[in-house]
């Protein structure tokens, strides 16, 4: 959501009154090239003089030869050269209709043990656990290739190790304290800011929960540019505002509309609210566990240290007797004797007492694993709101000028900020497209029952149309928003998401081209050929209007 306008002095004042103005199995990878610079990676299914079928994510699309420059055709790969490793997985489909996602480690008749990998919204982690699943509440196995499978363990391994490197990078970003006025400026509310390259990030959330929010958005902040580049404004700083709850983020915009967030241009600010109260509880009990585990710790080790005492004193005790006895005396030679049997006992007596240690670590390392988790759980929805509008003052600030920027439509501004929020970030990588099938659930819903906004009249639409100020627009909202994302996703599909084709539709309508006239300047393909795609993605005949 953008805001249009932001008004006063202090964050809680400047804030008051804000809105009211406001798949399956992976086949052999081949790479296509086409004659616009798109590059296309997927499985060919079916091809002819004419045309070749290549499946996606999301369904198979048709590419004529004539709009085909070459063909990379796939074959079995390694770890050292497969470029879709990030998204490789074996899937379990299980007889409850729940799916699993990740690794085939071992299996036999009854069971699969499989790492299930995590890679949620908050897009700067991927996660790994173990599981074990038994063969009578599995449905369906896709499997991946061995060499998909070998090239996705690499990937995941790397990933590890990134993830230490972020975890450090967290620790390394510096908390300053900071306050607020209040709405009437009798009073400060205190808060703490981190400055990084791009943002400062202002919360009265715990300093943990700052340090999180405020890396990631960072990291993804980064892969917008790396994904589009950066040609103005480099220096230029965003404020983004977190508060503590969703209450005290709606009583500050005035409680006029229910969006969890907004981007107000005029000012540079992104303002959201999260629900602190929940991740705290949960972020407890995961410490008070922890702490627990410590404390057996440092009993489990205080009994090894004792034991490494007691042995050192009975082994001193003996190498006093041997000097006294001489190494090379009968009494010598069956003391040292007595030494070796004593040390292969102590050796025999800590291997049982570091067995239960190594138990309390591997815990205490899950619970770190967890913590994290509980992060990505707890913050999930916030981190959504923070990526979609940090990716609007991204557009605002560094995608096009401060002429052009004014004539961005609210539909593709929405659809881009959702499309992206929906991204994840895999090292330096950013990785698009992500599935969200409550979406397309909701649309292909609303085209059955012939409720979908017609084209020309969505690509026209204003902020009252994405705005929620109550329940009585919500349903008109909703649609609008969905809608921009499946046009911009099916663009995105095509490889059409570039710079240079977002100008010059842009450019287009500054130019003063109606703007179904103008799509062809965006989507590269003549309207007919989109509106298929999209009949085909949401099983409509909404007509573009040509």
Not at 12 to 21: C, E, K, P, R
Not at 92 to 114: N, W, Y
Not at 364 to 393: K, S
Request: net charge positive; with cysteine.
């Amino acid at each position: 959501m953008r805001a249009a306008g932001l008004t006063g002095r202090t964050v809680v004042a400047l804030l008051a009154g804000i809105a009211a103005l406001a798949g399956g199995a992976v086949g052999a990878q081949s790479t296509i090239h086409l004659k616009d610079g798109s590059v296309i990676k997927g499985e060919i299914v079916s091809e002819s003089d004419d045309a070749v079928v290549v499946r996606l994510r999301f369904g198979s699309i048709k590419y004529k030869r004539a709009e085909i420059e070459s063909v990379e055709r796939g074959r079995e790969v390694s770890s050292a050269d497969a470029a879709g490793a990030a998204e490789w997985r074996d899937v379990l489909l299980l007889k409850s209709g729940d799916e699993h996602r990740g690794l085939i480690v071992s299996e036999d008749d009854d069971a699969i043990a499989f790492d299930l990998v995590m890679s949620g919204a908050s897009v700067s982690k991927t996660l790994t656990m173990r599981i074990t699943v038994g063969r009578d509440s599995i449905k369906e196995v896709r499997r991946l290739t061995d060499g998909q499978r070998s090239a996705a363990r690499a990937h995941i391994e790397k990933a590890k190790h990134e993830e230490k490197r972020d975890a450090r990078g967290e620790r390394d970003i510096k908390v300053v304290p900071t306050f607020w006025d209040s709405k009437d400026g009798k009073t400060r509310i205190p808060a703490m800011k981190v400055e990084l390259e791009h943002f400062v990030v202002e919360a009265n959330t715990d300093e943990d929960f700052l340090r999180k929010a405020a890396y990631r958005l960072g990291k993804v902040f980064d892969a917008y540019k790396r994904h589009f580049g950066v040609d103005r404004n480099e220096a230029r700083k965003v404020r983004v505002v977190i508060f503590n709850s969703m209450g005290e983020y709606y009583a500050a915009i005035g409680n006029a509309v229910r969006n969890p967030a907004f981007y107000a241009p005029d000012r540079k600010l992104v303002a959201a609210g999260c629900d602190m109260a929940a991740y705290r509880a949960a972020i407890d009990e995961v410490r008070r566990r922890h702490d627990e585990l410590s404390e057996k710790l440092d009993a489990e080790q205080a009994k090894i240290d004792k034991a490494r005492a007691e042995v050192r004193a009975i082994v001193d005790k003996y190498h006093k007797a041997l000097h006294n006895a001489g190494a090379t005396t009968p009494r010598g030679k069956a003391i040292m004797r007595q030494v070796r049997s004593a040390e292969r006992r102590w050796q025999i007596h800590v291997m049982k007492l570091e067995k239960p240690l190594k138990d309390i670590k591997k815990k205490i390392g899950e619970l770190d694993r967890r913590n994290e988790r509980v992060f990505d759980e707890r913050a999930d929805g916030m981190l959504r709101t923070l990526y979609h509008e940090g990716f609007h003052a991204f557009l605002d600030q560094f995608l096009f000028d401060e002429e052009l920027v004014k004539k961005v439509p609210r539909w593709l501004n929405e659809g881009l900020a959702q499309y992206f929020e929906e991204a994840r970030v895999e090292g330096a990588r950013l990785v698009l497209g992500q599935e969200n099938r409550r979406k397309l659930a909701f649309l292909r819903k609303a085209s059955r029952e012939g409720k979908l906004v017609p084209i020309p009249r969505m690509l026209t639409a204003g902020a009252e149309d994405y705005l929620v100020r109550d329940a009585s627009n919500l349903e008109n909202s909703t649609k609008h928003y969905l809608q921009a994302w499946c046009l911009i996703h099916l663009l995105g599909e095509r490889g059409k998401l570039k710079k240079e084709a977002l100008h010059a539709f842009v450019r287009a309508l500054a130019d003063g081209t109606e703007p179904v006239r103008a799509l062809p300047a965006l989507t590269g393909m003549e309207n007919p050929e989109l509106r298929k795609l999209w009949d085909a993605r949401l099983g409509t005949s909404i007509r573009m209007g040509e």
